[in-house]
């Protein structure tokens, strides 16, 4: 291969790479969590099986399995790139060290050759003794010294390349060594992806037996989840004409005071319309601290913290259909299993709108702004109405499912529309 299309290959792969900002040592600590992870939800699945007949809750953590164990392989994958990144980085350097070094030879070559014919004391002398002047003859005296110095650098040169040269090919080979156990542990990973998707199907064949308990279940599940939703819409409907009396006493009270101020208020007053800041108007953010409350969620969307610690979303927002049955799913919200009595925690700062209950359950729905987040299927609640919250304070506690196991709901509201919660929390 020539040197301009070695130059130009690399100079792809710098910019094929220049994206791909995580190291190593981050992949690997990445790796780690989604296999704790994978651990955690086959505890969680074993103690779903044990005594049961196939349910939902059992396909839902086979299904996060799947998620984690296709995770670990593209983190694999990634690890993959960069090693492979690193090799061709390396087998680049010894090219241009070898280049390096046959120069430094052929030109330490040119010397000792130069050397050899002017080896004599007489010689030397000679070539000081035919100095036209004395200061000639320090100017000679002076060349030699510094021959002789740049001879000595010469070694040096090509002792240090040829150490450099021995460094990378060291590591070239160590490379291609992590390189053969990522491709093991690759093909590892492969073997039990396979292993788990054969268990999904033998569950979801157990779960065509069970189609239409299941219907019953999703049936009564749909339920709640409209006696849900309606519960919410009523309570931001209440929030929103709330906040359009308030806003309508406020005109009339600042009408009042026009009136009676004459113009020189509307005079102090337009400065104050030109400095205010460009946003939609909107009810609920009626003060400029409820705004930046607002204006605060919006800004840590995809960064909030969960509503538990440990948890795995069983039935994700939308509509999607049970794998293996006719039957469909359309959640408002997202469902979380968990430890059951797990922290139940406030995602953001805001003010408790209203504990109430539903289907038996006890369910807080916080107001952030124009935003509500609601957490349902609790089992007991620390919080009451009125009372303002900060993130991360703890709410409640999550109650048991159907199932006996730990669960509950979280559904985000932006005014009177559910929008996709897991777009709003930080990716785990």
Avoid at 76 to 93: A, G, K, V, W, Y
Avoid at 367 to 389: D, Q
Avoid at 391 to 411: L, P, S, T, W, Y
Wanted: aromatic letters at 8%; one cysteine or more; proline letters at 2%.
């Amino acid at each position: 291969m020539s040197k301009g299309k070695i130059i130009l290959l690399f100079s792809f792969v710098c910019l094929f790479t220049s994206g791909f900002s995580q190291t190593r040592e981050e992949l690997e600590k990445k790796r780690k969590e989604i296999q704790q992870e994978i651990a955690s939800l086959q505890q969680a699945q074993t103690a779903v099986s044990k005594d049961k007949k196939a349910s939902l809750s059992d396909l839902k953590l086979i299904e996060a399995k799947l998620r984690s164990r296709y995770a670990v392989i593209n983190n694999l994958n990634d690890e993959m790139q960069l090693i492979e990144n690193t090799i061709f980085s390396n087998n680049r350097e010894i090219y241009r060290l070898q280049k390096q070094l046959d120069t430094l030879r052929q030109q330490y070559a040119k010397t000792v050759q130069y050397a050899y014919k002017n080896r004599s004391n007489y010689d030397m002398l000679n070539f000081i003794f035919t100095s036209t002047s004395f200061n000639d003859a320090i100017k000679r005296i002076t060349y030699l010294k510094s021959y002789r110095k740049y001879r000595d650098e010469q070694v040096l040169n090509i002792n240090k390349t040829q150490k450099e040269l021995e460094a990378r090919i060291e590591m070239l080979s160590a490379n291609k060594q992590e390189k053969g156990k990522v491709l093991t542990e690759q093909n590892k990973q492969k073997e039990i992806l396979e292993d788990e998707k054969k268990e999904k199907n033998q569950f979801v064949s157990k779960l065509k037996a069970r189609e239409k308990e299941i219907e019953k279940e999703v049936a009564a599940k749909r339920k709640v989840d409209r006696s849900l939703q309606n519960s919410i819409a009523a309570i931001i409907k209440r929030e929103i004409e709330a906040a359009r009396k308030k806003a309508e006493e406020d005109a009339k009270k600042m009408s009042a005071a026009n009136l009676a101020k004459g113009t020189e208020t509307k005079a102090a007053v337009a400065p104050e319309k030109a400095s205010a800041p460009v946003r939609k108007a909107n009810l609920l953010e009626n003060t400029p601290e409820v705004t930046k409350v607002s204006v605060g969620f919006e800004n840590n969307r995809g960064n909030l913290p969960w509503p538990v610690d440990k948890g795995t979303v069983t039935s994700s927002f939308g509509r999607q259909r049970i794998e293996g049955t006719k039957i469909d799913e359309d959640n408002s919200g997202i469902t979380i299993q968990t430890v059951p009595g797990a922290a139940v925690k406030s995602v953001f700062e805001g003010v408790v709108t209203t504990v109430y209950d539903v289907a038996g359950s006890q369910t807080v729905t916080i107001k952030h702004g124009k935003y509500f987040t609601t957490y349902f299927n609790l089992s007991t609640v620390n919080v009451s109405k009125g009372a303002k919250v900060n993130m991360g304070q703890v709410i409640g506690k999550a109650a048991e499912n159907f199932d006996g196991d730990g669960e509950i709901v979280f559904m985000v509201n932006e005014e009177m529309r559910f929008v996709n919660p897991e777009s709003w929390l930080k990716n785990r």
